[in-house]
């Protein structure tokens, strides 16, 4: 079944549209089955009916003929149970719905099975056979995993305006007029012109892609190819001596497959019917993968990986000739099914007006990074058409979770005026710009910026910022080959520190490991979101952590206004032993002659193990930050970047609010100062919430703090007070964000 399952879903990948997908499966499952003909059924939701939307069996003319409206028929059962139907006799059930074709032969035995993308039913396929009997109990299943396997795919056709229009009779490939959607990440309209964004080295996420110029796609290519072959003769030659003959077999395998008479005279021949190199590639390397893949010999099977194993490292090759020439224009919207922090900084600065992802949701890293960045976003589009929007024009509806491809003159227009407007009403708040974060009632919160780009601080500094409550330092990590050296972290530090002088800044000890690497620090983990990360990674690795607390200490002589904060804590030892080392560093540089201060030592609440030590720890530290990301994330086992339940990731959910309003008060009652960062910290309908707790400080991006100031302002402390006791009650984050926007944005 595995191999039959591989085999129709390589075909599938290959079709050139909804239409001839659907096609393929409907012939191999009939095929499979050895059923009388297999159809399959999608939803028109407008027209609230089922379409036939592919058979075999059937004659043609049926496909958007036969329509059966919902509520009727075993297809209508099917979708509504969301459970498949297998009986003997499909004529005799009372439900059974009669319409086909004049001449069409009638069968008996059926099997149906729903496809089901989170929660919703997109169609059905259906089988049946001459004679009264049931399917297989392994048919069925094979059909199950098939419709499972097939409604992703589906609900890509769906986002994209495919799967409409073949409801509507078009097969056409093109995409006009279109609307995607989804999560709408970070406020804001933006009108620009698209650059795609590939995910490297991967050939299943390689799309189609035609070309105009055939000459310069060969010579792109030829590079590429030298390239591969030198990196590939070089790890030989590395490798000669400790490896024996047999295994060096492989690279001379490589080499030949890269031949001019072998793939890579394949590929040209394919780059001269008028598809990109990578187009090219991924089919040829496919091709050969599948032709291996089929066999029953388990060595030869294992061949199909060697050529994929080749084709990556070309497609490597390929990508990184393409990558250098890659042009952004003055209004650049990156679009990606992935959009990485890398894939950030190459545009150059001033250039980024919006970014498009097919991954990612409201609070996953790219979604922090514009915001950041203050750059409009819509994340978690899923079937983004990718081959068909670079260069394009399009308008990103940060706001609602929309995109726009080919809009027309008047929506254009009209997206005009709205981005006209919202750069009026920022310009509107800069009056907030010296005056406190107030509550019309008195109550003063401290309003502080995070820190994680270089880029943030000049605005944090004209928007006038008090202080930085997040430094996220692993910034003097990343983009190096190696570790930094004490000198080259202090002199990021004291820049830093100078800039904000004598406000207070805040440094996060080096948060490393989960989603966050450095390519010459490899951990390699099964689960790495509870695994060695932040102060467990730092407190393994002294020589790493005390370089760094003393480039930290260094940087703030004459200066003092350096915190230090350690991440990820989850037990009170490891402030006793950070705070050992840290006193160690300190004594070290006093003795050396620095004329420094002993800091503010802090530590964030991230974990549900810190959330119910909070007074032990508070008694540690001179004060605590609630690092919201990842607190909510652990609380409610929801991964934010995982398209599947991001959904599920709600600041406002009862237990998270619960979580809060305890660690302030045990806080509160060591007679500590607390914080709380990230995404959760300029939320609008949270904010009223927060201050009401008694957080004496919010720390959010720089392109949020005047708003998050507009709306203390706005408020007063005890109404903010009496809705956070009446929240404390509900019992969902529907009720509550309900509540929040009737009782203060209405």
């Not at 996420?205 to 055939?214: K, R, Y």
């Not at 970014?355 to 589009?381: C, E, K, Q, T, W």
């Not at 009056?431 to 502080?448: C, F, N, V, Y």
Request: charged residues 20%; aromatic residues 6%.
């Amino acid at each position: 079944m595995l191999t039959t399952l591989r085999r129709i879903l390589h075909e599938v990948d290959s079709a050139p549209d909804l239409f001839h997908l659907l096609q393929t499966v409907v012939k191999s499952v009939r095929t499979v089955i050895n059923a009388g003909y297999c159809n399959i059924f999608l939803y028109d939701e407008e027209q609230q009916k089922y379409v036939l939307s592919a058979t075999d069996g059937l004659d043609e003319r049926a496909i958007n003929y036969i329509r059966i409206p919902s509520g009727k028929g075993l297809v209508s059962i099917i979708a509504e149970r969301a459970e498949p139907i297998n009986i003997e006799d499909a004529l005799s059930h009372p439900q059974f719905y009669s319409e086909v074709l004049q001449g069409e032969v009638l069968y008996h035995g059926f099997l149906g099975a729903p496809i089901i993308h989170r929660k919703q039913t997109l169609g059905v396929i259906a089988v049946q056979q001459r004679e009264k009997s049931r399917f297989d109990a392994e048919d069925e299943a094979f059909l199950v995993t098939l419709c499972a396997q097939l409604a992703g795919t589906i609900a890509q056709a769906k986002t994209s305006g495919h799967f409409t229009a073949l409801l509507r009779g078009q097969t056409t490939k093109k995409v006009e007029n279109i609307t995607l959607k989804g999560i709408p990440c970070v406020n804001g309209i933006a009108i620009g012109q698209a650059t795609v964004i590939y995910p490297q080295a991967d050939l299943d996420a390689v799309p189609d892609q035609s070309i105009e110029d055939i000459d310069q796609e060969l010579t792109i290519f030829e590079q590429a190819l030298t390239t591969c072959r030198k990196e590939i003769y070089n790890l030989r030659q590395r490798l000669a001596q400790s490896l024996p003959a047999k295994e060096l077999a492989l690279f001379d395998a490589y080499l030949s497959m890269l031949e001019d008479n072998s793939l890579g005279n394949e590929i040209r021949v394919a780059i001269k019917t008028g598809i990109s190199a990578q187009s090219a590639l991924r089919d040829v390397i496919t091709t050969h993968e599948q032709y291996f893949e089929v066999m029953d010999d388990a060595y030869l099977q294992e061949r199909g990986a060697d050529i994929r194993s080749l084709g990556q490292r070309l497609l490597a090759c390929l990508q990184e000739q393409q990558r250098t020439a890659r042009i952004y224009p003055a209004n650049t919207i990156l679009v990606g099914e992935e959009i990485s922090a890398a894939d950030l900084a190459e545009v150059p600065d001033g250039r980024l007006a919006g970014i498009i992802s097919g991954r990612g949701s409201i609070n996953s890293h790219v979604a922090i990074l514009a915001r950041a960045l203050s750059v409009p976003a819509v994340l978690g589009v899923e079937g983004l058409p990718i081959a068909e929007l670079d260069k394009q024009e399009l308008i990103v509806d940060g706001n609602l979770g929309q995109v726009f491809v080919a809009a027309s003159t008047e929506l254009r227009q009209e997206y005009l005026t709205q981005q006209s407007q919202e750069q009026q009403l920022k310009a509107n708040l800069l009056h907030l710009r010296d005056l406190p974060a107030e509550t019309l009632d008195g109550h003063r919160i401290s309003l502080r910026v995070n820190i994680g780009l270089t880029i943030n601080r000049g605005s944090s500094l004209r928007l006038n910022a008090e202080g930085v409550g997040l430094f996220r330092s692993e910034v003097a990590f990343l983009g190096r080959d190696r570790f930094p050296t004490e000198e080259e972290q202090r002199v990021i530090y004291r820049q830093l520190l100078t800039a904000f002088a004598p406000r207070p800044v805040i440094m996060r000890t080096l948060d490393i490991g989960g989603d966050k690497a450095l390519t010459y620090f490899g951990i390699e983990e099964d689960n790495p979101a509870l695994g060695w990360r932040g102060i467990r990674v730092t407190l393994d690795h002294p020589e790493v952590f005390l370089v760094q607390i003393r480039a930290m200490l260094r940087a703030s002589e004459g200066l003092n206004n350096l915190h230090i904060m350690f991440p990820m804590v989850s037990m009170c030892s490891e402030i006793d032993e950070a705070k050992i080392l840290i006193t160690r560093a300190f004594n070290e540089l006093r003795e050396e002659g620095l004329d420094i201060q002993f800091p503010a030592i802090g530590a964030m609440i991230e974990v549900p193990a810190a959330v119910y030590q909070t007074r032990q720890l508070a008694k540690r530290v001179d004060f605590l930050s609630v690092g919201s990301n990842d607190l909510i994330q652990y609380l409610l086992a929801v991964d934010r970047n995982n398209a599947y339940v991001a959904h599920m990731y709600q600041s406002l959910h009862p237990a998270v609010l619960h979580a809060l309003n305890y660690i302030v008060q045990e806080t509160k009652a060591a007679g500590k100062w607390i914080s709380i960062c990230g995404e959760m910290a300029s939320d609008q309908l949270a904010v009223p919430l927060l201050a009401a707790m008694g957080f004496d400080c919010l720390s959010t991006h720089s392109a949020n703090l005047l708003q998050v100031k507009s709306h203390i302002r706005n408020i007063r402390i005890d109404q903010a007070k009496e809705a956070l006791a009446a929240v404390l009650t509900m019992d969902s984050a529907k009720e509550i964000a309900d509540y929040i926007q009737q009782q203060f944005y209405m």
